[in-house]
């Protein structure tokens, strides 16, 4: 089973709004990481967020911690068509794997 | 600067077979890791490589193995193919001993079992 579950499955947003996406997951973590891919291929890894740490920025992305609720959640600011996109949240428990939820699918409509 | 390479792209295979899938990792990485997605679903691990040595492995069974060979590169390998078994496979590597803090994925391969 997978440890992280994104909420929502999907999302479909205008060019230059802001999407919002929400992770969950079970045990405790070492960090958390978010994982963009487009149309199936290979994923790219976009933002690292450690248990110790509550919020962190790169760019338009800003990614929240709670571990207390364990959970995460990703922002995209002012989307544009190029972010449409599979998102992934991934859990590091301090082995040698990291756990994938089932994804959000955003699409950001022109 | 080459990142990870996957091949072949597609494969097409009938239940029963078996098939073998490559990976270069990226430049200066020494862990690899394997990961399958099913369709609609989020990569999950298989198992990973270090030191040419498979140091863990994820709920799969004995048909998926592999193997890491001295310059890094590895090969997953799938034995009596299942229809189950269509999904892209991914590679992952990773520097430093296989720290997860971010890992480079390939491409995938596209794996149809008809």
């Known amino acids: 089973s997978q440890q992280g579950e994104e909420d929502p499955q999907a999302l479909s947003i205008q060019e230059g709004e802001n999407a919002t996406m929400n992770c969950s997951y079970k045990?405790?973590?070492?960090?958390l990481q978010w994982y963009r891919q487009n149309s199936g291929r290979g994923l790219v890894h976009l933002i690292l967020?450690?248990?110790?740490?509550r919020e962190k920025h790169s760019g338009r992305l800003r990614v929240t911690l709670d571990t207390s609720k364990k959970s995460s959640s990703l922002l995209i600011t002012a989307s544009r068509a190029a972010d449409t996109a599979s998102y992934f949240c991934a859990t590091d428990f301090n082995d040698y794997k990291l756990s994938f939820g089932a994804g959000t699918t955003v699409t950001v409509r022109a | 600067d080459a990142g990870v390479t996957q091949s072949p792209t597609h494969l097409i295979k009938t239940r029963g077979q078996q098939v073998t899938l490559r990976c270069s990792p990226k430049?200066?990485?020494?862990?690899v890791s394997w990961y399958q997605q099913a369709l609609g679903q989020g990569p999950q691990f298989i198992f990973q490589y270090y030191e040419e040595e498979e140091r863990q492995r994820g709920n799969f069974p004995d048909r998926f193995s592999g193997h890491q060979f001295p310059n890094y590169s590895s090969e997953l390998n799938v034995n009596a193919l299942l229809l189950g078994d269509s999904a892209l496979y991914l590679c992952?590597?990773?520097?430093?001993?296989?720290?997860?803090?971010?890992?480079?994925f390939g491409s995938g391969t596209q794996l149809s079992v008809l």
């Open positions: 045990t405790s973590i070492n960090n």
């Open positions: 967020i450690r248990s110790n740490e």
């Open positions: 430049s200066g990485h020494d862990t």
């Open positions: 992952a590597s990773s520097p430093m001993g296989g720290s997860n803090e971010k890992l480079f």
